[in-house]
């Protein structure tokens, strides 16, 4: 196990920066989230670690080392792809004994059937082990990709997107168990996903990715509650958060420099009447069993909000409507207190 | 079968009426190509008479007794005698001597046969060898690496095959004089290795391309170098492509005759132009021609049946993707 540093790290793909001056650092037994979505640098990130890609500018850092000019099979990492890369040759035990049998780390035989079986009873697939890696299911192709960066005691754990082609239960399970594994492992993962939920659930910390700039990092709690800017503000949170212009909100104390106002969907206080700060009309209800998300209109702004569904509301019922925790931005987007 | 209330009906599988045309038409197809091997096979076991009968002679044991007066006529060279000196000879020792006695004449020796068909078994096998090979690393930079000037480096490579390669014939000619490497082994192999590795990178080409990058960057972060990586990974998924190229490589560099008949004449001289020459020896010998032949489909039947499940997936690779 080791830490990964990353310095003032930048890689261009012809015409297309994908990554400016990265600099992070993954503390030893540390699970790192990288969010953002599809062409922000997350990928591209963990290949600069992984040393699929050298950096046009910056270093990287394993354990300390300075392994900007290594390659991979020198750099101790494993990666565990989105698209499996299960080699279709090989039966599923010799691909999850592919990284043993390397001639950087030639392992006994007897000690790679036993590492083999440790993890494919971990992954639950110790009955596929003399399928070929074609045979298998989507979620079982995935479980042996994840297995082949396991088989073995690397520096560093490197996963793209590595539950993002399965079905929703399996995704769910496989993340908890993936969360579990490094736990008890005290494995230094660096994990890219657009998921929020994954991010959320598996993170020590996250660190949001735009436009390959890393946007802010900080523990799951602190970038869900402090965003440094609108754009981290809308990554998380399901209904997303509502932003509003100032002016919807005459009445409220804000910073001078404050343009839109963000509302998360539970921080919204719904009330039957107009004795709130502002007063809205019930446009359209989604039911989602346990919840209901309320489309109130107020001015012509559609804010959405999360209420219990015994509140009894109805489409075209007058509501007030009050903020709790606001956050201010500017009008760059920038968050201002 | 269901009756009309059947819902059991594909639409993509072939319907029985479809596949029945299919099937005649492939019957029918397979009859006109193997007419003439069919021939070429008959004429290798008739006697020279019976060869250029007329009305000819078709159904063997019927229509003529066989006879392996072709193949001793191939494997052997003879020499005319007079009847005086073939009655003072002992008693013939082989079926081929007694043959060849019968025809007032004697067996001085072995043909050239032999060493021909060795010349093109080292020749075919030796370019095919070498064009895969050059073609499968070529293939392999062009599919993966930033190579400068990619596009023109492959239009130059394809290039050389926009016209006949016979049509520098002259230049090859004069310049292998020049080198040395006029009927020599070593030329023809390098003549038919530079005419397929054009064929061989483009195909190669295609199903390098086909196999994701992926697997060798987990191959190389699994502890491989990018050439073991290679080695373990990249070359296995491509085997069926590898085995497509070389079987048309070897067909062609194992069928060449018009440069074989411009640039060997000796010791580097393959089958094709020999099996021709044996017309000379005393007349028309078709029998003998029609064994040479015969006995050099042999080895591309082998190696292409060998190798045909390979072969059939590797032409309709990259139609049906997996």
């Known amino acids: 196990m080791a830490e990964i540093t990353l310095a003032q790290v930048s890689k261009r793909f012809g015409p297309v920066q994908a990554v400016t001056d990265l600099s992070l650092t993954i503390a030893n037994g540390e699970f790192v989230v990288l969010l953002g979505p599809t062409g922000a640098g997350k990928t591209t990130s963990l290949r600069l670690v992984a040393g699929l890609e050298t950096p046009d500018d910056g270093r990287v850092f394993i354990g300390g080392v300075d392994v900007t000019g290594l390659p991979p099979a020198a750099r101790d990492v494993t990666f565990v792809f989105q698209q499996y890369s299960l080699y279709p040759h090989l039966s599923v035990f010799d691909n999850l004994a592919f990284p043993l049998r390397s001639p950087t780390r030639r392992t006994p035989e007897d000690e790679i059937r036993r590492a083999v079986g440790e993890v494919a009873r971990l992954l639950r697939i110790e009955d596929k082990l003399q399928n070929r890696a074609t045979q298998l299911s989507g979620g079982q192709m995935q479980r042996v990709a994840i297995g082949r960066a396991l088989v073995r005691r690397p520096a560093v754990y490197l996963m793209d997107e590595p539950l993002s082609s399965l079905d929703a239960k399996l995704r769910s399970e496989l993340r908890i168990e993936l969360k579990h594994i490094q736990q008890d492992l005290g494995a230094t993962m660096l994990y890219v996903t657009h998921d929020q939920t994954e991010a959320m659930t598996l993170a020590t910390r996250i660190g949001v990715i735009n436009r390959g700039r890393l946007v802010q990092i900080g523990t799951p709690r602190s970038i869900y509650e402090d965003p440094a800017d609108i754009y981290v503000a809308t990554r998380l949170g399901s209904p997303g958060i509502n932003l509003l212009p100032r002016a919807l909100f005459p009445t409220l104390e804000a910073p001078a420099a404050a343009a839109t106002i963000g509302v998360r969907t539970e921080h919204l206080a719904i009330a039957k009447g107009q004795n709130g700060a502002v007063t809205g009309k019930v446009d359209w209800i989604e039911r989602l069993g346990d919840q209901n998300h309320l489309h109130i209109d107020v001015n012509r702004q559609q804010i959405v909000s999360l209420v219990d569904p015994d509140e009894g509301l109805g489409v075209g019922d007058e509501v007030a409507v009050s903020l709790h925790k606001p956050l201010f931005f500017a009008a760059d987007g920038q968050r201002v207190r | ?322």
């Open chain 2, 1 to 322: 079968m269901s009756g009309a209330l059947s819902t059991a009906h594909s639409v993509v599988a072939p319907s029985g009426r479809v596949k029945l045309l299919a099937g005649a038409i492939v019957v029918l197809y397979a009859l006109v190509a193997l007419v003439p091997l069919l021939w070429i096979g008959l004429t290798s076991i008739k006697t020279p008479p019976d060869s250029i009968s007329y009305p000819p002679k078709v159904v063997p044991f019927v229509h003529f007794e066989p006879s392996i007066e072709g193949y001793c006529n191939l494997f052997n060279t003879r020499s005319r005698q007079t009847a005086d000196y073939l009655a003072s000879l002992p008693p013939a020792n082989s079926a081929c001597e007694e043959i060849t006695r019968s025809r007032s004449m004697v067996v001085v020796g072995p043909s050239n046969y032999v060493p021909r068909f060795l010349n093109s078994l080292i020749i075919a096998f030796g370019s095919t060898l070498l064009s895969v090979g050059l073609g499968t690393c070529a293939a392999y930079a062009f599919s993966r690496f930033k190579v400068p000037m990619k596009d023109d480096l492959l239009f130059f490579i394809l290039s050389t095959r926009m016209m006949p390669p016979i049509a520098v014939a002259i230049p090859i000619f004069l310049m292998y004089r020049e080198l040395g490497l006029s009927d020599t082994r070593l030329g023809m192999i390098l003549l038919y290795t530079s005419v397929n590795v054009s064929l061989a990178v483009w195909l190669l080409k295609g199903f390098i391309d086909e196999i994701p990058r992926e697997y060798e960057e987990a191959a190389m972060i699994d502890g491989y170098t990018r050439l073991q990586a290679f080695r373990k990974v990249v070359l296995p998924q491509a085997t069926t492509g590898i085995v497509a190229t070389a079987i048309f490589c070897l067909i062609f560099a194992w069928n060449e005759y018009a440069f074989a008949v411009l640039l060997t004449s000796g010791t580097a001289q393959t089958a094709p132009p020999f099996i021709p020459i044996i017309i000379g020896e005393g007349g028309q010998d078709w029998p003998a021609v029609a064994a040479g032949t015969t006995l050099f489909l042999i080895p591309i039947l082998i190696f292409t049946v060998l190798l045909r499940k390979h072969l059939l997936r590797g032409i309709t690779f990259g139609a049906v993707r997996k």
